[in-house]
């Protein structure tokens, strides 16, 4: 590690893998060294490719050691984070989206189904890339120009739901309809043209530059674009009493099932930032303790929080940790007053609780007044614990790339190395320098967006997911001391 990693602007990629990844299996007539084994010694028909090789053939920019520069200005990660926030990217990365409300019904049968333990009654959004604003992607519906985009959004607009981003229009089921039926008709083949779901930061969405420029970069590319909104965020009205939390994946699964349902053949990845990064670990854990993990092909994590516990003693004990946790609680504690109709119902959620949220200045203590309880569990402590991803990095059994870096404002740096070196399916590159998740260059991009783009289109162009990936029989076990805490 550099003698002083939290200061500067060039920038090194440190990487942490096992010593014998995950095998890919590629497909036939593909360009690139293998290793043309399978278990049976045949090496005519069955290609192999392990995933580090994968990246440092496809994605060189995190190979170990691999540099790059960040902008020069910002030479700490708390003046990359601060910039973000105040800078004007209201005409950066054009990217124009579709949002389709979801709704979740109180006689749906999925409420019932083993499969969604945990779903409830209420609606979620996603936000679907239709294309950019100069018409140059390729990846365009009939009103992917500016001017007929606005003019359709005031006539979308009900007074059911609030105004969107001035990027995003409200679409109807015809609409949808017709954008799914553009994606199977898309000039590449099935396999060729993955989708892409983008999980947010906690109250995030594509009002944040970072999620607008991946959805760019994955365009670029030929990809399709999805943008999944947890409830009450990137204006989502919350319509059913509850909070999503970091447990919360039933809305992630119900939408992965459709569009699996709706496209079988094609390749499906999940990109998560920040509390994203949280939702889209507990949910491959989840899948992968059911053996349901084929349906998403990879997954990438920015700048996520391993362990909440770390991150809230970060945040609490330096100073501009406190600025950010302050600004956290203020976001949360507004969705609460913005939904109140709907959350003063529930007795530890009245009026009165949440007019004194505005006085609350930390996202523990807001945890432990309102987020525990929706959850089900009777402290803040209890709950962080429980929905941190370093409690299961181990069960991970879906191809994962693990971004962040070690000058995070906001989560700190405590990462999972050792799980990382024990666990074959995990890449985890961790910089130098970048905040949470800015990664700021010259010009304003965000330096991870390219990476992303190159690690997804990698999986689309080379590896065959009608074949299984070899994990050399990876499984973790907890063999002792089951009776008093069970993790594995």
């Known amino acids: 590690m550099s003698l002083l990693p939290n200061w500067g602007f060039r920038n090194t990629v440190h990487a942490t893998h096992s010593r014998e990844t995950i095998k890919l ?3 036939q007539n593909n360009n690139v060294e293998s290793n043309r084994t399978n278990r049976d ?8 490719i392990p995933l580090t090789e994968l990246i440092n053939q496809r994605v060189p920019q995190i190979r170990n050691n691999a540099k790059h520069c960040l902008s020069p200005l910002l030479f700490t990660g708390v003046l990359q984070n601060f910039y973000v926030a105040q800078a004007n990217y209201c005409q950066s990365f ?114 944040e530059p970072q999620v607008r420029s991946l959805a760019q970069h994955l365009l670029s590319k030929g990809k399709h674009v999805a943008v999944l909104n947890c409830r009450g965020c990137c204006r989502t ?15 992630l699964r119900w939408f992965v099932d459709l569009l699996h349902l709706r496209f079988p ?25 059911v053996g349901n993990g084929g ?56 009026e009165k609780e949440i007019k004194e949220s505005c006085k609350i200045e930390s996202g523990r203590e807001f945890a432990d007044k309102f987020t525990c309880k929706f959850a089900g569990f009777p402290s803040a402590d209890s709950y962080l614990m429980a929905a941190s991803p370093i409690m299961r990095t181990l069960k991970i059994k879906t191809p994962m790339l693990i971004l962040n870096s070690l000058d995070d ?7 999972p190395y050792f799980d990382v070196l024990h666990n074959p399916y995990l890449y985890m590159a961790t910089c130098d320098l970048g905040g949470h998740y800015a990664f700021v260059q010259n010009g304003g991009d965000f330096w991870y967006c390219d990476v992303v ?6 999986f689309d162009d080379l590896v065959d997911s009608n074949r299984d990936i070899d994990d050399a029989g990876f499984h973790a076990k907890q063999t002792d001391f089951r009776e008093r805490v069970m993790l594995y």
């Open 94 to 207: 054009p990217v124009l989206f579709g949002r389709k409300v979801y709704q979740i019904v109180p006689d749906d049968p999925k409420l019932d189904s083993d499969r969604y333990k945990h779903l409830h009654a209420g609606q979620f959004s996603v936000d679907f890339a239709i294309g950019l604003e100069n018409n140059q992607s390729g990846n365009i519906v009939v009103d992917g120009i500016k001017d007929q985009f606005m003019k359709r959004a005031k006539e979308t607009l009900t007074d059911d739901y609030p105004e969107v981003h001035h990027c995003c229009r409200y679409f109807n089921d015809g609409e949808m309809n017709q954008l799914f039926d553009t994606w199977s008709n898309s000039d590449c083949t099935d396999d060729e043209r993955g989708i892409v779901v983008i999980v947010p930061a906690l109250a995030g969405g594509i009002n």
């Open 265 to 289: 053949k094609q390749k499906i990845y999940l990109v998560g930032v920040s509390f994203g990064g949280v939702l889209i670990t507990n949910y491959i854990c989840e899948e992968a303790d």
């Open 237 to 251: 009205p919350i319509t059913t009493p509850y909070l999503t939390s970091g447990l919360d994946t039933d809305d």
């Open 41 to 48: 010694g045949n090496d005519d028909n069955f290609n192999q």
């Open 25 to 27: 299996p590629l497909k």
């Open 453 to 458: 783009a190159d690690f997804v289109d990698a």
């Open 409 to 415: 404002p906001i989560i700190g740096s405590h990462y």
């Open 295 to 350: 349906m998403v092909t990879s997954v990438v994590s920015i700048c996520k929080p391993e362990d909440f516990m770390n991150a809230d003693h970060h945040l609490t004990t330096t100073y501009f940790g406190k600025i950010f946790d302050k600004s956290t609680a203020f976001s949360l504690s507004k969705m609460l007053k913005n939904n109140r109709k709907v959350l003063s119902h529930l007795d530890f959620c009245g």
